[in-house]
C-alpha cells in the first residue's frame, strides 16, 4: 500500500510503499476513504518536545470500508463504513475506568490514516449510520475533540459562552455548545475569514481582537462570559481567557498549547476563575456524534475546505504550516 510517512522533524512527509496491513483475530482491515488532517500532525511533526517517533504513518481523523476481518470480530462485516477512536487502552488504569483511552498511557494509539489501508480494533471502531459518507466519518473524531471538552465544563442551560479561535476545534466547541444549552454564543478571533462559517455553526456573535474585544464581547452577550473556550493553543491565551471570564467563571483550555504559558494565579485566584484541560473522548461520544449528526441539524461538512490526495498531501501538509485559507482539509487515499 501507499502512505505518507513521518522521517525527521521539520521534513516533507515521505511517500512510501509499505506491506499492507494483516488483521489479528480482533482486527478489522479498512480500505481508508477519508482522514483529516489536524494541527496536532503539524505540530508533532516539527521538531517540538511531542513528536511522532521516525517511521509513523499519521492521521487519527479517519474512516474506510471494512475490506478483511480477524477471526474472532463480531459485529462488523465486509462492506462496512466505520470509524473509530484513534486510541486503545490497558483496561486497568483510571483513564480506562472512566472510558477515556485517549489517556491511557499503557497501550498503543490506532494511527496511520495518511495511508490507503489501516488495521483497527474492532474494540474501538464503530459502524456509521447508513446516512453517513466517508466525509462525515471523519469529521467525527474532532467533533468528539469538541463534545468532550463542552460536557466537562459543566455547561448549564442559558450560560454565556466565549469561544477563542475559529479554528476546526472552535468551530466544533461551537456546535456543541449550542447543542447543550448556551445562552448567547460569542466567537472571537483575529481574521474575520470563518465568521460566517462560526455563525452557521451556531455562535451569537462575531468580535475581533484587539483593544475593543472586552466590549464587544460584553456587548454581545449582555455581560461577561461564565465560559471561555480557548481554542487557539498559543502562549498568552490562557491568561486572555482569564481576563475574560466573569467572577466565579470557567476557563476551558482545548487548545492542546505544548509550550509554557504564563498564568499569574493571583488574577485567576482573585476572580475566582476555575481551569480545565479537558483531553480525550470516550467510545460513547463517537456514537453519540454520529447520532446526531445522523438526525440531520446543522451540517459539520462545510468545516472541509478542501480534499486532496495521498499524492499531494506532503506538500499541502508543509502549506499549511504557514497562512492558509484552509478549515479542514481530509485526505482521500483512493480515488472512490
Request: net charge negative; glycine share 12%.
Amino acid at each position: 500500500m501507499k502512505a505518507a510517512v513521518y522521517r525527521e522533524a521539520g521534513k516533507p512527509l515521505v511517500l512510501e510503499t509499505l506491506p499492507d496491513p494483516v488483521p489479528g483475530p480482533g482486527d478489522v482491515i479498512i480500505r481508508v476513504h477519508r482522514c483529516g488532517i489536524c494541527g496536532t500532525d503539524l505540530h508533532m511533526t516539527e521538531g517540538h518536545q511531542w513528536q511522532f517517533s521516525p517511521g509513523t504513518v499519521p492521521g487519527h481523523e479517519y474512516s474506510g470500508e471494512i475490506v478483511e476481518i480477524g477471526a474472532n470480530v463480531t459485529g462488523f462485516r465486509a462492506g462496512d463504513l466505520i470509524t473509530a477512536l484513534p486510541s486503545t487502552g490497558c483496561g486497568h488504569c483510571e483513564a480506562c475506568h472512566h472510558g477515556n483511552l485517549a489517556l491511557c498511557h499503557n497501550a498503543p494509539g490506532v494511527m496511520g490514516g495518511y495511508a490507503e489501508m489501516m488495521r483497527i480494533p474492532a474494540s474501538v471502531a464503530i459502524k456509521l449510520p447508513a446516512t453517513l459518507s466517508a466525509a462525515d466519518g471523519a469529521l467525527i473524531e474532532p467533533l468528539a475533540v469538541g463534545l468532550y471538552g463542552v460536557r466537562m465544563s459543566g455547561i448549564q442551560p442559558g450560560d454565556r459562552v466565549l469561544v477563542m479561535g475559529a479554528g476546526a476545534v472552535a468551530l466544533c466547541t461551537i456546535y456543541w455548545a449550542r447543542r447543550l444549552g448556551a445562552g448567547r454564543i460569542v466567537a472571537m478571533s483575529r481574521s474575520a475569514r470563518r465568521q460566517a462559517l462560526a455563525l452557521e455553526m451556531g455562535a451569537d456573535a462575531f468580535v475581533h481582537y484587539g483593544d475593543n474585544e472586552n466590549d464587544g464581547i460584553v456587548e454581545a452577550l449582555g455581560r461577561q462570559p461564565d465560559i471561555v473556550f480557548e481554542c487557539v493553543g498559543t502562549p498568552g491565551f490562557l491568561m486572555k481567557g482569564i481576563q475574560h471570564a466573569r467572577t466565579l467563571g470557567k476557563v476551558v483550555s482545548m487548545g492542546f498549547c505544548t509550550s509554557p504559558d504564563q498564568v499569574v494565579p493571583a488574577v485567576a485566584g482573585y476572580k475566582g476563575v476555575s481551569l480545565q484541560f479537558p483531553v480525550g473522548y470516550a467510545l460513547k461520544d463517537f456514537h453519540y456524534v454520529a447520532d446526531v449528526m445522523d438526525a440531520g441539524h446543522v451540517d459539520p461538512k462545510m468545516l472541509i475546505s478542501s480534499v486532496v490526495t495521498l499524492d499531494e498531501l506532503p506538500t499541502v501538509f508543509e502549506q499549511l504550516r504557514g497562512p492558509n485559507n484552509e478549515t479542514k482539509v481530509q485526505v482521500a487515499p483512493r480515488a472512490l
